[in-house]
């Protein structure tokens, strides 16, 4: 059996749609009770291991709330290791093998450190996170607003990543591997507000505000100290270089070339409207 967690999320449904894609038995976890076919929250360790009973395999996606590896993924670990799991996908993030802070690389190496076989995906930036964190200010003012100068990132589309998880959890070749998971090619938000420009046949304008003037916008927009402080790491990480690295891994992984920012934008035309 195989248990999806997040499946809520922008990837899980994905990851979700694949699966019955392919006719596949799986399960979902779910935080909240009668919401998912399996209860499992990893601030409640005593739903752990009903969670994990019978479980073969693991879509494992990290709360982005939970921060604390050894206090809410060690247990969930060591209760797999217990139940004999024998393989754990985990969608963990770019540069997390040489970033030893985030909390995807202290998961990872409990993952590691307990022999269960793994397969850990390594995305860049969602395309999807432009609608879902900067979708006000995209359909009410057509601006890119964030602070990331004129650095580049290698955008990756959240369908793809659906597939490299639904194929990594049904081949065993992807066994003991950690892959890098890009687009094919590396874009400043320039480009971007041009893209959302070509695409629509309206303007679309990049603003590049300080980190001050981001600080201060989504304060007043109620979003929490701890989630703009991450949101400045990533912008600040394409601003310095850090997020332009382009990989053929996800390319290797589907057998065809990734979605790209235009043909992102074209299938998301519905949602850009105001």
Do not use: C
Not at 139 to 168: L, N
């Amino acid at each position: 059996m195989i248990l999806i967690t997040g499946a809520t999320g922008n990837v899980g449904r994905e990851v979700v749609r694949q699966l019955k894609n392919e006719g596949v038995l799986f399960e979902t976890a779910s935080h909240r009770k009668g919401q998912g076919d399996r209860y499992l929250n990893f601030e409640d360790v005593s739903s752990i291991s009903g969670a994990l009973e019978g479980v073969d395999s693991i879509f494992l996606m990290r709360p982005p709330q939970l921060a604390d590896a050894n206090k809410y993924f060690r247990p969930f670990i060591e209760e797999a290791i217990k139940q004999k799991v024998n393989h754990i996908v985990f969608l963990s993030v770019l540069g997390a093998d040489k970033n030893k802070i985030v909390p995807h690389a202290k998961i990872e190496k409990l993952i590691i450190e307990s022999n269960i076989p793994y397969t850990f995906l390594r995305p860049s930036f969602f395309m999807q996170n432009l609608l879902t964190q900067h979708g006000e200010e995209l359909r009410k003012k057509h601006d890119i607003y964030v602070p990331a100068g004129k650095g580049k990132t290698s955008f990756i589309d959240v369908r793809d990543i659906g597939v490299a998880a639904m194929k990594t959890l049904l081949n065993k070749q992807h066994i003991w591997k950690a892959y890098d998971l890009t687009g094919n090619e590396a874009l400043s938000y320039q480009e971007v507000a041009e893209i959302f420009s070509n695409k629509t046949g309206e303007t679309f304008t990049y603003s590049n505000p300080s980190i001050y003037e981001f600080w201060k916008t989504y304060r007043k927009k109620g979003i929490s100290t701890d989630k703009i402080v991450v949101m400045i790491g990533i912008y600040t990480t394409a601003k310095i270089g850090l997020a332009k690295r382009v990989t053929s891994d996800l390319h290797d992984i589907l057998g065809r070339a990734p979605i790209s920012f235009a043909q992102f934008v074209q299938d998301s035309m519905s949602l850009l409207k105001n």
